[in-house]
């Protein structure tokens, strides 16, 4: 089935511990997007992909990292987590042209929570 | 920058009865405008979209939404509420040319029996 997978589904995780959160599509989109959602705040992006090799921050990037090595995959990496990373995160791919009208599909979400 | 408002946090409806959710943007030429819905434990699916032409888009599960240039807004209609609607509604914005949505706070619908 198509779409975007994400792993793990959940997490506990100790403060000050790393942690790589997984996402991968198979839809052969360029562009990729990690967010995260806190209640009250609406999705928030954390840093987006164009295209493999690239990457860029997005309106909450701190205390986080990305890579692009390929098409399919968009690891988010937390070096050193915090209680304040406590939240659900998402990933998200888009087949972007030149136009940037596409649609953003989703992945179901790693909750993740920071003790 | 462009920014999105959804200035209800919760609405609640009866089921049958009919909803609008709202939507207001900021942005100085006409964005690219997306309405999202987001069901218990799952990602974000994407409702409907407007890009140009026709103000009335209709998408999925029987919702519409009026782009209405004068108001900035992108209001989400649904003429009968099911049970199954029970959701949070997410307005996303996107200047053109660029990659990067701005989404709303998100509508927490509550549909009561």
Known sequence: IAGITQAPTSQILAAGRRMTLR???DMRHNAMYWYRQDLGLGLRLIHYSNTAGTTGKGEVPDGYSVSRANTDDFPLTLASAVPSQTSVYFCASSDEGTSGKDTQYFGPGTRLTVL | AQSVTQPDIHITVSEGASLE???NYSY???PYLF???QSPGQGLQLLLKYFSGDTL???IKGFEAEFKRSQSSFNLR???VHWSD????FCAVRPGGSYIPTFGRGTSLIVHP
């Open chain 1, 23 to 25: 996402c991968t599509q």
């Open chain 2, 21 to 23: 959710l709202r939507c």
């Open chain 2, 28 to 30: 100085g030429a006409t």
């Open chain 2, 35 to 37: 309405w999202y819905v």
């Open chain 2, 57 to 59: 888009v209709q998408g």
């Open chain 2, 78 to 80: 649904k003429p009968s």
């Open chain 2, 86 to 89: 029970a959701a949070e509604y």
